[in-house]
């Protein structure tokens, strides 16, 4: 399997952004897709992730009502959209699969394909 994230960019505190993860190889509706960020200097985190049929997303705390994430298994690709951003929110965002993961999706070995990362920067 392999993942191709792109969308980052550089934006302002409060504007919106899409991310985008591609997937070729695999099925990909068989995947559970998560998202997880890297700031400078910190620790990789989860961000959200959705299971194979996209049902009961699941967020970190600090983005849930700002960022979205879904799937389109025709396509197979993720988005997570971002409204609401934040200086904080600045980081390289990678795109992670796991088959048939239903519980545990936050934590980062559970994954095991990944994508390249796309940066994000806010600007206060």
């Known amino acids: 399997v392999q993942l191709q994230a792109s969308g980052g960019g550089l934006v302002q505190a409060g504007d919106s952004l899409r991310l985008s993860c591609a997937a070729s190889?695999?099925?990909?509706?068989?995947?559970?897709m998560g998202w997880f960020r890297q700031a400078p200097g910190k620790e990789r985190e989860f961000v959200a992730a959705?299971?194979?049929?996209?049902?009961?997303?699941y967020y970190k705390d600090s983005v849930k009502g700002r960022f979205s994430i879904s799937r389109d298994n025709a396509k197979n690709t993720v988005y997570l959209q971002m409204t609401g951003l934040q200086p904080e929110d600045t980081a390289v965002y990678y795109c992670?699969?796991?088959?048939?993961?239903?519980?545990?999706?936050?934590?980062?070995?559970?994954?095991?394909?990944w994508g390249q990362g796309t940066l994000v920067t806010v600007s206060s």
């Open positions: 190889g695999g099925t990909f509706s068989s995947y559970t």
């Open positions: 992670a699969s796991a088959w048939l993961l239903y519980y545990d999706l936050a934590i980062e070995g559970k994954y095991t394909y």
């Open positions: 959705t299971k194979y049929n996209g049902v009961n997303p």
